[in-house]
């Protein structure tokens, strides 16, 4: 056995390298949920479609990409999409691998707030003779996204967990450089007890955000602009 | 590579893909009931402890919780094959967000279902096993069946600790030949098929558990 002690010192020196690798993370997280949102609205609008078929495909599609690994639709995506001519950077594969896999999980979350809002809303935007666009900016989005947040703020935090899987195909996020750090200098125990600690932090941070920022959303709705 | 030849290999990662789970998801269950029931009765230090286990585990990610047993548990001395290190970071990972499930079950069951034992002067042992447990199970299941499904898409991660599941082979083919679209759309129906066999066993499981309690539903 080799013996065995925390060094402050080393955590000092490795400390930058793994902060800035911390950027990289961070970026990925918000494209890929900026993306995640997107895909999370097409997909809960097309379940509500008027074709049958599009509604039953969106469905098999969502369950699809929700029960197979990320690790696997990562690879996927990084080994299968330059067969089609798309050669993208290892981060912007990550970020579309996430906004996909999180997008099938969020569209779960819209659609059940969009079911939420009561039937004589839907009947009132009606009678107004509101156009569907009208009907959704005006009348059910404003009122749907307050109840949204919460689930939606936890996906995202889950999703910055499994920004790690990312290292797979390359991208120098924080586990990369701390394994990396870990196997220069053969000791393991500060650089990735550092990162775990710092996703704590992180995830900790973001889920007080999520709370503040969903007290800022009046319960009764809002105009959107 | 013929494809037969792809298919079979696949399906020997497929078989070391669900050993894992078979050994993880008891673990997961074990953890999730241990903790989750001492994190609501146990007395005050006990109690933190299993509060600092769910909150680990919960908050930092599954990939860290492996490479932290895999790397940095052989320099204590504690040295562990691949396979139990990825068994253990993925049942306590799963078991910790079981935890959490098991919590809300057991304070779903009507408050008058505790005041009623009580009233009935039962032990605190027969209220919980015999009153408050067996109903809170029917409403565990279908989100245990979530964290099954959860469960099965982790075990991907002991790829990246060499272990040669579904996942590490289909990288290994892919690097190897050139028929990637092949190789990860057997792969991705393979997990897909795991994962609806276990959402319908689930199923199966909860219709047979909330026989006799009355309940509403369409079937």
């Known amino acids: ?225 | 590579m013929p494809f037969g030849e792809i298919v079979s290999i696949l399906l020997e990662g497929t078989w070391v893909t669900l050993k894992i789970v078979a050994f993880a998801l008891p673990l997961a269950a074990i953890m999730a009931f241990t903790f989750g029931l001492l994190r609501m009765y146990a007395p005050k230090p006990i109690k933190y402890v299993s509060v600092a286990y769910i909150e680990f585990f919960r908050g930092t990610s599954a990939l860290i919780q492996l490479y932290w047993i895999y790397f940095v548990l052989p320099f204590f001395g504690v040295s562990i094959d691949a396979m139990t290190a990825g068994v253990l970071a993925i049942g306590l990972n799963i078991g910790a967000y079981g935890t959490e499930v098991v919590r809300g079950a057991m304070q779903s069951v009507p408050k008058g279902q505790y005041e009623a034992s009580v009233a009935l002067n039962f032990t605190s042992s027969q209220r919980l096993w015999r009153i408050l447990m067996p109903q809170a199970l029917v409403n565990m299941i279908p989100p245990f069946g979530n964290l099954a499904i959860e469960l099965v898409k982790a075990t991907s991660l002991v790829s990246l600790i060499t272990i040669a599941d579904l996942t590490y082979r289909a990288k290994s083919l892919a690097d190897m030949t050139l028929q990637v679209t092949e190789i990860f759309a057997v792969v991705l129906v393979l997990y897909f098929v795991i994962a609806q066999v276990l959402a319908f066993s689930f199923k199966g499981i909860e219709k047979r558990l909330s026989r006799g309690l009355g309940r509403g539903g369409l079937d």
């Open chain 1, 1 to 225: 056995m080799i013996s065995f002690d925390w060094e402050w010192a080393f955590v000092l020196e490795i400390l930058p390298m793994i902060l800035s690798a911390a950027k990289v993370t961070l970026l990925a997280t918000l494209l890929g949920s900026i993306l995640a949102i997107l895909v999370g609205l097409s997909f809960a609008l097309l379940r509500r479609s008027k074709l049958v078929l599009l509604r039953v495909v969106t469905y098999w599609v969502v369950e699809f990409v929700r029960s197979t690994p990320l690790l696997v639709q990562i690879f996927f995506l990084y080994y299968v999409l330059p067969e089609f001519g798309i050669s993208m950077s290892p981060l912007l594969t990550g970020v579309l691998a996430l906004g996909l896999h999180y997008g099938a999980y969020l569209s779960e979350v819209f659609r059940s707030g969009i079911d939420g809002i009561e039937k004589g809303q839907w009947e009132a935007a009606r009678a107004l003779n509101l156009t569907t666009y009208d009907t959704y900016k005006d009348i059910v989005l404003p009122q749907a996204i307050r109840p949204m947040i919460p689930a939606t703020g936890n996906y995202i935090i889950a999703m910055f967990k499994e920004t790690p899987q990312l290292s797979a195909i390359t991208l120098l996020e924080m586990l990369q450089v701390a394994k990396i750090i870990g196997s220069e200098n053969f000791r393991y125990l500060e650089p990735f007890t550092l990162v775990g600690i710092l996703y704590l932090v992180f995830s900790l941070v973001a889920a007080y955000g999520i709370h503040c920022i969903e007290r800022r959303f009046p319960k009764e709705g809002f105009t959107l602009r």
